[in-house]
């Protein structure tokens, strides 16, 4: 019984295991992360399509560049050996993002629910634009991503087991042990790049 399971879910555990490798690697600050959430975000494009959650499935289109993006951001750092530290946004601009998160979110919702079949819409279109912010924010390594992260992903568990995905589902459940994780190890950083800030200064 288990072999058939795998055997019928085999994409969905291939892209599983890349995804937790993705956001471990994440957490240690390990470039690799973005060639993980790449193959990760390749196989989930196929997997998500095929449960009718669309805007979630082209979100996977959206890692796949972010992963690039990603990759030559931290290599820079790497190559020119700059000073490409963890930091945070103001307020201001937090409430801003959030402000655009859900009004793109209302137009996106309406525009599945008017013309297309897709399964929850409104859930898929929040889900899609915090991740896309989401992801933006640990291409420049900003400590409030696991935050944003952790509010995507507790609505994605919902939106997963609606469409019976529940090794998906599980994968996020997962996912929020990681984050506290993350948030912890990134906190400690900024704490100590401004500590390294202040006494050159």
């Not at 997962?174 to 500590?195: C, D, H, M, P, T």
Request: proline share 0%.
């Amino acid at each position: 019984m288990i072999f058939n399971y795998i055997a019928q879910n085999s994409l969905e555990i291939a892209a599983v295991i890349f995804a937790i490798l993705y956001l471990v690697l994440a957490v240690r600050q390990n470039i690799l992360c973005w060639i993980s959430g790449i193959i990760s975000s390749i196989l989930y494009f196929f997997i998500m399509r095929s449960v009718g959650l669309y805007m979630e499935a082209y979100l996977q289109i959206f890692y796949v560049f972010m992963g690039v993006y990603g990759w030559s951001q931290w290599k820079k750092e790497i190559i020119n050996k700059e000073n490409f530290v963890v930091h945070t946004w103001s307020k201001l601009h937090h409430f801003f993002v959030l402000s655009m998160i859900l009004i793109l979110s209302f137009i996106s919702g309406t525009l599945l629910s008017t013309l297309t079949d897709s399964a929850l819409p409104f859930l898929d279109a929040l889900v899609t634009w915090g991740a896309v912010v989401a992801t933006y924010m640990v291409a420049k390594k900003l400590l409030e991503n696991w935050l944003y992260w952790l509010v995507v992903d507790s609505i994605s568990i919902l939106l997963f087991i609606s469409r019976d995905l529940w090794l998906t589902a599980c994968l996020f459940g997962i996912y929020i042990v990681i984050i506290i994780f993350g948030f912890r190890l990134w906190s400690q950083a900024l704490k100590e790049n401004n500590a390294v800030s202040y006494r050159k200064n």
